[in-house]
């Protein structure tokens, strides 16, 4: 089954692929966690480590604590840039193709293979609320992502390649 998916310009599409690929371990472990804005999250651990800082500034002993928070809150600061440039970048991308056949999933941009997970290389398939997520067992393969508006097809597809143990269902969370 060809899937041609529509995440061209999907902001909320590719917020939520940044925020798997950056937890990816998370959702390794625990597949039900619910997907949150990456820009959300970071902007509350920004928030959290200023406050540390301020609150460590008035308390003397504490000196060498704000000195650790407001490196992590510089740190937090770059990555949330690199975040905003990378969700940038992906908004000028095509659309991508997914090809759901009997030897697993394969994803494509034009003539060109982008990655491929046998059936055997699949942990779960997350289904959240803007994204469908084809999450390998290990960190050397790349994720394939599908937006959620091809959910019919994606379940129609497992179904009848009898992959359906793999689907983990979180959009009900949202």
Known sequence: MI???????????YEEVLYI?????????????????????FLLYIILLFLLFIGCLFIPELEAISAIALTLG??????????????????????????????????????????KLSWDAIEYILINKNTICFLPKNFASFAIFVDSSNREKVFEALEKYDKTKLAVDNSQKY
């Not at 899937?3 to 599409?13: G, H, L, M, T, V």
């Not at 990816?24 to 966690?33: E, G, Q």
Request: proline letters at 1%; zero cysteines.
């Open 3 to 13: 899937i041609e998916s529509k995440e061209k310009q999907n902001k909320a599409f």
């Open 21 to 41: 690929a950056s937890n990816y371990y998370i959702f390794k472990k625990r597949p039900k966690t619910k997907v949150h804005s990456l820009t959300t999250v």
């Open 74 to 115: 510089i740190v937090y600061v770059y990555l949330f840039v690199e975040a905003k440039y990378k969700l940038r970048e992906y908004m000028k991308q095509d659309n991508s193709i997914v090809k759901i056949d009997e030897f697993g999933a394969e994803n494509s941009y034009g003539n060109q293979v982008s990655s």
